[in-house]
């Protein structure tokens, strides 16, 4: 038996820009230390929508992961 073990991913980051509309941009990852770096470099506009991690279980057998972020901005009321 083996271990499960990571072998690569993508984090979805997304951003939204008046003259271009919403855009998504994939940053590859290869290992869990990869993914954190690339979390910690995430700067303002984008924001991670999405981690997409692919690996094997225990057994060997392809196994994927992903996790769904949502995120939302709140604007105050002009005072009347």
Sequence with gaps: MTNSQVTAGSIILRQWDRAYGLRETAEPFTSLNELYAH??????????????IQGHDAAGQL????????????????SE
């Design 39 to 52: 979390c910690l470099a995430v700067d303002a506009p984008e924001v991670i929508d999405r981690i997409i």
């Design 63 to 78: 196994r994927v992961v992903t996790f769904v972020f949502q995120s939302i901005t709140i604007t105050p009321r002009p």
